[in-house]
């Protein structure tokens, strides 16, 4: 006499693949993120990585010595004019605020870390001023990349 059989319908047997595709897919992702490989840059993107750093490390050092507390508005425009950071003055809490800002472009084989689809990066500093475009606090900086997810 045959044995019965049962057969699993076909959505489920589909879905089941589907699903172990996608959680295969995801820790080979994840093996590969975490397992040590790295990805190696052309040595003109580490050139210039280590030029917009040392650029970057110059300017916060400068600016403690010419965006100190008490200098002027006009001591911040030359300042940030003489170190190419476009300039934005923005009120703010009965106050000023002036942001200065670098922005680079990339390419798409300089890629510092996964999901960003290229090196474009931007670079501000921020200080705040009174009503009188006197500075009262001390530069902020920050940095980060544009177009990663």
């Known amino acids: 006499m045959p044995k019965a059989t049962t057969m699993m319908p076909r959505w489920l047997l589909a879905s089941t693949v589907a699903a172990a595709l996608v959680v295969g897919a995801g820790a080979t992702s994840y093996w590969i993120f975490f397992s040590g490989i790295r ?31 008490g200098a002027t508005q006009e001591n911040v425009i ?13 009120r703010v809490d009965g106050g000023q605020e002036a942001e200065g800002t670098i922005s680079t472009s990339g390419d798409y084989e300089c890629h510092p870390v996964t999901g960003c689809g290229s090196d474009s990066s931007i670079f501000q500093v921020r200080v705040k001023l009174d009503e009188a475009g006197t500075v009262i606090s001390a530069p902020v900086f920050s940095d980060g990349y544009q177009d990663c997810l």
């Not at 300017?59 to 100190?68: Q, T, Y």
């Not at 030359?78 to 923005?90: D, E, P, R, T």
């Open 39 to 69: 990805y190696r840059m052309p040595k003109r993107c580490e050139v210039r990585l280590a030029a917009r750093l040392a650029n970057e490390e110059r300017i916060k050092h400068d600016a403690h010595d010419g965006l100190r507390i």
């Open 78 to 90: 030359s300042f940030f004019s003489a170190n190419h950071l476009s300039i934005s003055l923005v």
